[in-house]
């Protein structure tokens, strides 16, 4: 059995490419759960008594609505 020439080139591209998207997938489903599970401080102002999160692991942030300092509430 003869395949053809344009054949050849075809099939080893087609697998390229599907290898490409299967790590595309793998690697969007394992960043997700990562996101979502990281931890967040939540501070409350003692000012204005708004409540706003925070992804850095600072001591102290500042308010975005009156720009004071504040704690992180403890967990
Ligand atoms: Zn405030």
Redesign the pocket.
């Known amino acids: 059995m003869a395949l053809p020439i344009s054949w050849l080139i075809l099939i080893p591209m087609v697998l390229y490419i599907l290898g490409i998207l299967c790590c595309g997938v793998y690697y969007g489903m394992e960043r997700l759960p990562r996101r979502s599970t990281k931890k967040a401080n939540i501070y409350r102002?003692s000012?204005?008594k708004?409540v706003y999160v925070d992804l850095r692991k600072v001591p102290l942030t500042r308010?975005p609505?009156?720009r004071?300092l504040n704690e992180a509430i403890k967990r």
Do not use: T
Request: net charge negative; with cysteine; charged share 10%.
């Open positions: 102002c000012e204005c708004v308010c609505h009156c004071c």
